[in-house]
């Protein structure tokens, strides 16, 4: 790939990512059949009052049980 062609795509991730963190609402992307978590918004890493390298690489099923995290004072998770 060309420089150019890298740098629109480099551009167009960062604007995409910034919608991705504006979002209200927590999404988490996950692309695999252990549900590993390959993405979280910031909704998702206030909930959970986590920064999103912890959030990143757990099994959703982990941080919904994960006792560190204090989404359910005050928050609920639906």
Request: charged letters at 30%; glycine letters at 6%.
């Amino acid at each position: 790939m060309q420089k150019d062609t890298l740098s629109i795509y480099a551009h167009k991730f960062k604007e995409l990512r910034t919608i991705f963190d504006s979002l209200p609402d927590g999404i988490v992307t996950i692309i695999d059949s252990e549900m590993k978590i390959v993405a979280a918004n910031k909704a998702v890493t206030d909930l959970f009052r986590l920064p999103e390298k912890k959030i990143v690489g757990k099994p959703l099923t982990e941080l919904l049980k994960d006792k560190n995290c204090n989404a359910s004072e005050g928050k609920g998770i639906s």
